[in-house]
């Protein structure tokens, strides 16, 4: 099966927010009737809304900065020792008395992002969330989230197993179909070295990952845990493929078979994109599953999800927005990059189409942006391109994104397309440089593969500094350490 360019998920937003001049302007931004009579009716139908709220502080903390080990793993901590990193405000968790003020309202807390000092309400009242926009700690209210008319179905395990279709497809060759990828970087040089990613531990923030529990190719997988901030009561592994697909890349390790780039390497599988919808809760889901991400102490966080067009436009993004400021998510993907974890995004795949620009947080200072190119290294038609509105080169490199093959969701090896492959296959292979060099700055490592690149003397918006070469990075690394 081969999927052209469509994994990759396109939803956006602009950050710009209509002005809320009077409290019923929220109302009208969630729910766009014009009168009291439809937002009664609203409520009797009871269709729920979501609610980003920003606060402007944190004050009345029942933390504080001189205390970082009440609200910091040790490994979060440990991560910014090793980096000589600090901890600040932004690492100090969301006011509870401001979450305790607003659920006492009658609202319900789906998820907070205490980079972003915000939090997502729920209600079926437009008109109670309006009034949220006149308390005085709260900066800016806006609604991310309207329910679907669509319901959710999970599927049991059990129902799961029955689905399951697995044929063997061995080659000669130790890589397995994936013998391409990995020429294609100069990668094995690595794994020849016992590089292959251990010790290394990464966060996989994507769709679900149906099946990945049941797959003899992926069983043998280091899931060190799992957790959906969509749909918390709903199994990770019940509902969408792509995050399958995409751990694949990295994790597969079964010999004359399919091998990834990282199959040593640890994992958390996190889910934030809602499979029902488009809109611009999903940002804040993603917000909250980095966090997460960072308080298990992570050394990487790879995700192919980006945010442009959502399935209501007053949501979406505008050119000018690509400057990795303005959207919450891209701020919030560089908040991780500065506390060193090293942060791997897809392009997007939105070249070959009307917006044809890298999504959002592909737009983030410090991350590292992974376009698609094909086995012979020709770009790949729907592989988006930049740059930043601000004039930052994007995509920062180029990884094979055609023809990727992954494991399907019934057990068997698919071929697939997208800068959502592109995006892991690098991760997992820069995971084997983390390893040989623990104490390089994620900064320190992006140069090190630019500088490898193939267009490194020329770097555009189409490959940007384009295909890295692992064993050439390797070296510089080696050289920087001496």
Excluded at 119 to 145: G, I, K, M, N, Y
Excluded at 222 to 228: A, E, H, Q
């Amino acid at each position: 099966m081969k999927h052209y360019a469509i994994p990759f998920r396109h939803a956006a937003r602009t950050w710009h927010t209509l002005a809320l001049t009077v409290c019923m302007g929220l109302a009208t931004l969630c729910a766009p009737a014009q009168s009291n009579k439809a937002a009664t009716t609203a409520q009797q139908t009871q269709r729920m809304y979501r609610y980003r709220v920003t606060f402007n502080d944190k004050k009345h903390n029942n933390f504080t900065l001189q205390k970082p080990e009440c609200f910091l793993s040790p490994k979060s901590l440990q991560r910014r020792q090793r980096y000589g990193l600090s901890v600040d405000e932004h690492d100090l968790p969301i006011s509870a008395r401001y979450l305790k003020q607003i659920r006492s309202k009658g609202l319900r807390l789906c998820c907070t992002s205490k980079w972003n000092n915000s939090a997502v309400f729920e209600t079926a009242d437009t008109l109670l969330a309006a009034q949220l926009r006149q308390l005085p700690f709260v900066s800016e209210v806006r609604c991310v989230w309207r329910q679907p008319s669509k319901g959710f179905q999970a599927k049991s395990r059990e129902e799961r197993a029955e689905l399951l279709k697995l044929a063997s497809s061995k080659s000669t060759a130790h890589y397995g179909k994936a013998d391409k990828r990995m020429a294609q970087l100069n990668l094995t040089p690595l794994h020849d070295k016992g590089l292959r990613g251990s010790g290394i531990t990464i966060a996989v923030i994507d769709g679900g990952f149906y099946n990945a529990d049941l797959l003899p190719g992926l069983t043998s997988v280091k899931v060190l845990g799992t957790r959906n901030f969509v749909r918390p009561e709903v199994s990770v592994y019940s509902e969408g493929d792509h995050g399958m697909n995409v751990l694949s890349c990295m994790a597969a390790h079964t010999p004359q078979e399919l091998v990834g780039t990282a199959p040593e390497a640890s994992y958390y599988l996190l889910v934030s994109e809602d499979s029902e919808s488009e809109q611009l809760v999903e940002e804040d889901y993603w917000c909250a599953a980095i966090e997460y991400a960072d308080s298990l102490g992570v050394d990487m966080v790879t995700s192919s999800l980006g945010y442009q067009a959502f399935d209501h436009a007053e949501m979406n993004y505008r050119y000018a927005d690509l400057d990795g400021r303005t959207a919450a998510i891209s701020r919030v993907a560089s908040l991780g990059a500065s506390r060193g974890i090293f942060v791997v995004t897809s392009a997007g795949n939105s070249g070959s189409g009307r917006w044809k620009k890298i999504t959002m947080p592909a737009d983030a200072p410090h991350v590292l942006t992974v376009g698609a190119v094909d086995s012979r290294g020709r770009n790949a038609f729907f592989s988006s391109v930049g740059d930043t509105s601000d004039g930052r080169v994007k995509p920062d490199v180029m990884a094979l994104g055609v023809d990727v093959p992954v494991y399907g969701s019934q057990g068997n090896i698919e071929e697939v397309d997208g800068t959502s492959f592109a995006c892991p296959i690098m991760c997992g292979a820069t995971a084997c440089l983390l390893q040989a060099f623990p104490t390089a700055k994620p900064d320190d490592i992006i140069h090190a593969l630019q500088r490898s690149s193939s267009t490194a003397d020329a770097p555009n918006n189409v490959f940007g500094y384009g295909i890295p070469d692992l064993l050439k990075a390797y070296q510089l690394l080696q050289e920087q350490a001496q």
